[in-house]
């Protein structure tokens, strides 16, 4: 293997796309690649790797770039700080089935249509799953499906994230498809104002077992949790603590659906919510999941 930094390397055997990418981040991507004896490219990247770029912020830029490849096998964008634009990171490596390992420590905010859509959906990623700067998701469909059906992830940590705004279904699907995932930590997620913003967010995430949501005290955008557990079969707990009387603005069906396809889960509130949310339609309905139990056993918030 040897490296090619570009901007520094933009010889014609470097493939179109490479060469746009380092004319954007001026020598700052470096990737991994095997080259022949004639010094030609033989096959794409195994390792993709940012050094010192701090955004990728230009339209497209990335979209389907790596899609379907069964070379890469690690991705290190630990120099990120902001992914901005549309479709910036699209499907990047969507399908990658070998791709066993990401790294995206300092990743802070994800803002766009479709920014980050399906950028590792169905790809090889295993064990655990951590963004652990990342406070901001911003965007319709911004972070859409960017994990989704990553069939080999256990648990998944976002422990600074605290906003899903504006643009409808920025998380949708986000974590779905899971079906080992066990383990989900979510201790900041404090708004959510993007419409369909959690939208099946766990869907099919069947070794699921219990969620709490520790900090979530905004949720006034319309149906933002509808169906998020969809077909979560092993659910039995989701706790909502922070929730108070302000929390939802006017009634838009916040939790529509949210239990579809779940069997014997116990939804827990606080005490002081049951004169608020208590005739809600989809909360006297089980949020549509079957023989669901709702209890206000958790301390007021005002």
Known sequence: M??????????????????????????????????????????????????????????????????NSNTVTTVDFDSIEVIDGDYTC???????????????????????????????????????????????????????????????????????????????????FMIAGMPNLTSVYLPSLSTVTAPNGLYALFGDDTSLTTVSFPSLDYIPAATCCYTMFNRCTSLTSVSFPALKSTSFGSYTNQFNRML???????????????????????VTAGFNGSNTTVLYDLPATE
């Open 2 to 67: 040897a490296r090619l930094v570009i901007g520094t390397d933009k010889t014609a055997t470097t493939p179109a796309f490479i060469r746009e990418i380092g004319e954007y981040v001026g020598g700052g991507l470096t990737i991994d690649y095997s080259k022949d004896v004639n010094d030609n490219l033989i096959s794409y990247p195994g390792i993709v790797a940012t050094c010192g770029v701090k955004g990728i912020k230009a339209q497209n830029l990335l979209q389907n770039k790596f899609v």
């Open 90 to 172: 699209n499907a990047t490596f969507s399908n990658c089935a070998n791709l066993t390992s990401i790294s995206m420590a300092n990743l802070i905010a994800i803002m766009g249509t479709d920014a980050c859509r399906s950028m590792f959906d169905g790809s090889g990623l295993t064990g655990s799953l951590s963004m652990p700067n990342l406070t901001t998701i911003s965007g319709a469909n911004a972070a859409r499906s960017m994990f989704g059906n990553c069939a080999n992830v256990t648990s998944v940590s976002l422990p600074n994230l605290t906003s899903v705004v504006d643009g409808d279904s920025a998380c949708r």
């Open 260 to 282: 579809n396809g779940c069997s014997n889960v116990t939804v827990h509130f606080p005490s002081s919510l049951f004169a608020i949310i208590g005739g809600w339609s989809d």
